[in-house]
């Protein structure tokens, strides 16, 4: 627990930063000093987390940052200029200092004071209750009634804070259901970031109002391409709700992007460059894109986005982040970008699910549980075995391209559920780690030739940060279902780690 000194001390930081950036954002008001500002900022982050070895990183940010034209300075420039500036500020404090800056180091220390993996964010559902039926979810089968108290919610917040955790990611179900109880713990811990995943039906003009006076919500919106394939999935009248909220956020200046669940019949609407643009255009600044996953006893398989379309996603969404575009929006794919966070990223390796029944779940997409929040605390939960056969096996594949140990590695997770006994955690209709991971053997089989051709064929930086274990970390041909030039690679970085020890 932190002692009455370190709170005092984290206190007067975080007023000083708070302080700072006050005037870092009058500042950002005048367009001549939006660049000296910048750079301004970039000075605070290398302040607080520069080394060695990431120098040459921050020189290139500054060097970037200093040109006007550059995609990503106009970008920052769009942003000021659309955010409200509490909410910026609020953005700024929780998000930059807290969870990136401050929470990263209390983080790592924590991963190795407790020898297990601790994450960055905590993703929670605060009900299963959604008002709408999506084709496809595996929420349709898990009904209605289940739903954290107010008190279990303040709990995971609480505990999450004492480890370095800032960030939290909220989904369900539809989490604004609960929206009475969302603003109450955005107003008690209004020193963490909290993004809502959400439908956009519930968003109104009292919320938004609420919204921009805590300043430490933003929000991801469910949308998935034209009026046609989205409503196909989500049902008539949802594409017009997602754009009356979108113009709300702008009307407030809130902060928000957007979640995509691309699929084998709507990928090529949501990766259209018409599209792309045209969210922007309402005030998207970024993106998250979802590989469907076949989860639950309702999934629908043929709803998988085949090989060749997977291999496209990966160039295209490369595309949308590159300098010669020049769309105001951010995308990420949570498949396809595991090289930049090290593969899975699951079971509290950088985040881990806590469904509305309180069971933790080492991802959103993996329900398979040995713990839960009401018998257990956070840390106990991430000690478990389950999570500590994640923390073992983690990277599941030196191909990030090949990360999860579902989708890709199916032999992996239904090895770790046999083996540490976990459970099923749909309360309505169990589905056993055999059907799920069936649905995935065929996949995993087809996709690995092509994902293992393109990843030989690009370039990889090693990070100078990768929480795995020590064992992993210096015997990377130790990760499982390693290709031919994987194993070669590794052998190399072996032989030179012993050398080096020498």
């Given amino acids: 627990m932190a002692s009455a000194v370190q709170n005092l001390k984290h206190s007067a930081e975080r007023a000083a930063v708070g302080a700072m950036l006050d005037g870092l954002l009058a500042h950002l008001n005048k367009v001549d000093d939006r660049i000296p500002t910048y750079l301004k900022i970039v000075d605070l982050a290398q302040r607080f987390i520069g080394n060695d070895n990431n120098k040459a990183t921050f020189e290139m940010v500054r060097s970037r940052l200093s040109d006007p034209n550059y995609r990503w300075t106009k970008f920052l420039d769009r942003v000021i200029q659309e955010t409200n500036p509490h909410v910026a500020k609020m953005t700024l404090l929780n998000l930059g200092y807290e969870a990136f800056l401050r929470g990263t180091k209390q983080i790592r220390a924590n991963r190795e004071k407790y020898g297990c993996n601790i994450p960055w964010l905590i993703l929670f559902d605060p009900t299963d209750a959604c008002n709408m039926h999506c084709v496809g979810c595996w929420s349709g089968t898990y009904g209605h009634k289940a739903s954290l108290t107010y008190e279990e919610m303040d709990s995971i917040i609480t505990q999450g804070k004492e480890l370095g955790v800032y960030l939290y990611m909220l989904t369900g179900g539809e989490p604004l259901v609960r929206k009475k109880d969302i603003l109450k713990l955005a107003e008690k811990h209004n020193d963490v970031e909290i993004a809502i995943y959400t439908n956009s039906t519930l968003i109104d003009d009292d919320f938004c109002k609420e919204v921009q006076r805590l300043g430490n919500i933003v929000f991801q919106l469910s949308i998935e391409g034209t009026p046609d394939t989205n409503d196909a999935r989500r049902g008539e009248g949802h594409?017009?709700?997602?754009?009356?909220?979108?113009?709300?956020?702008?009307?407030?200046?809130?902060?928000?992007?957007?979640?995509?669940?691309?699929?084998?019949?709507?990928?090529?609407?949501?990766?259209?460059?018409?599209?792309?643009?045209?969210?922007?255009?309402?005030?998207?600044?970024?993106?998250?894109?979802?590989?469907?996953?076949?989860?639950?006893?309702?999934?629908?398989?043929?709803?998988?986005?085949?090989?060749?379309?997977?291999?496209?996603?990966?160039?295209?969404?490369?595309?949308?982040?590159?300098?010669?575009?020049?769309?105001?929006?951010?995308?990420?794919?949570?498949?396809?970008?595991?090289?930049?966070?090290?593969?899975?990223?699951?079971?509290?390796?950088?985040?881990?699910?806590?469904?509305?029944?309180?069971?933790?779940?080492?991802?959103?997409?993996?329900?398979?549980?040995?713990?839960?929040?009401?018998?257990?605390?956070?840390?106990?939960?991430?000690?478990?075995?389950?999570?500590?056969?994640?923390?073992?096996?983690?990277?599941?594949?030196?191909?990030?391209?090949?990360?999860?140990?579902?989708?890709?590695?199916?032999?992996?997770?239904?090895?770790?559920?046999?083996?540490?006994?976990?459970?099923?955690?749909?309360?309505?209709?169990?589905?056993?780690?055999?059907?799920?991971?069936?649905?995935?053997?065929?996949?995993?089989?087809?996709?690995?030739?092509?994902?293992?051709?393109?990843?030989?064929?690009?370039?990889?930086?090693?990070?100078?940060?990768?929480?795995?274990?020590?064992?992993?970390?210096?015997?990377?041909?130790?990760?499982?279902?390693?290709?031919?030039?994987?194993?070669?690679?590794?052998?190399?970085?072996?032989?030179g780690t012993a050398a080096s020890a020498r």
């Fill in 239 to 495: 594409y017009a709700a997602v754009m009356h909220a979108m113009d709300l956020m702008q009307k407030y200046g809130l902060v928000f992007g957007t979640s995509i669940c691309y699929t084998r019949q709507n990928i090529e609407a949501v990766t259209n460059e018409k599209f792309i643009r045209f969210i922007a255009d309402k005030g998207a600044r970024y993106g998250f894109f979802f590989h469907y996953m076949p989860v639950g006893n309702n999934a629908v398989p043929s709803l998988m986005p085949t090989v060749e379309q997977r291999k496209k996603m990966i160039t295209t969404i490369r595309d949308l982040r590159s300098d010669k575009c020049d769309i105001g929006f951010f995308p990420m794919d949570f498949q396809n970008d595991g090289e930049y966070v090290g593969g899975c990223i699951a079971g509290g390796r950088n985040y881990f699910h806590i469904n509305a029944h309180g069971d933790a779940e080492p991802c959103v997409f993996i329900h398979y549980s040995d713990s839960n929040i009401k018998n257990k605390t956070i840390l106990e939960m991430l000690q478990s075995p389950l999570f500590m056969e994640y923390h073992k096996g983690q990277p599941f594949n030196r191909n990030h391209l090949r990360p999860c140990p579902m989708l890709e590695n199916p032999d992996l997770l239904r090895k770790m559920v046999h083996d540490t006994g976990a459970h099923g955690t749909n309360a309505e209709s169990e589905e056993s780690v055999e059907h799920l991971t069936a649905k995935c053997d065929e996949y995993a089989k087809e996709w690995a030739p092509v994902a293992d051709d393109v990843w030989a064929h690009e370039k990889h930086k090693k990070p100078s940060y990768e929480n795995y274990t020590k064992e992993k970390r210096e015997h990377p041909e130790l990760a499982a279902f390693e290709t031919e030039a994987d194993l070669t690679e590794a052998g190399s970085a072996a032989s």
